[in-house]
């Protein structure tokens, strides 16, 4: 990371990645009450996707949940 204050779409897949990895994620997970950032923009990205191509239903948001 080159460390501008601005993330890149590279730098922020990094970022997702490292944090996937984590072990402390892994045990802080138990008591986390909202999903890790990364999960919840994976989430983002398939609603966005969802609006993209026509089939987001409203009343299906809770199955990104």
Known sequence: MDHDGVL???ELE???EAE???NWRKA???FM???PTYKRIL???EIEQEMNTGTFQESNI???V
């Open 14 to 16: 990094m970022a997702m």
């Open 28 to 30: 802080a997970q138990l």
């Open 62 to 64: 809770y199955n990104h």
């Open 8 to 10: 890149s779409e590279r």
């Open 43 to 45: 989430m983002l990205r």
């Open 33 to 35: 009450t909202h999903p």
């Open 20 to 22: 996937a990895k984590s």
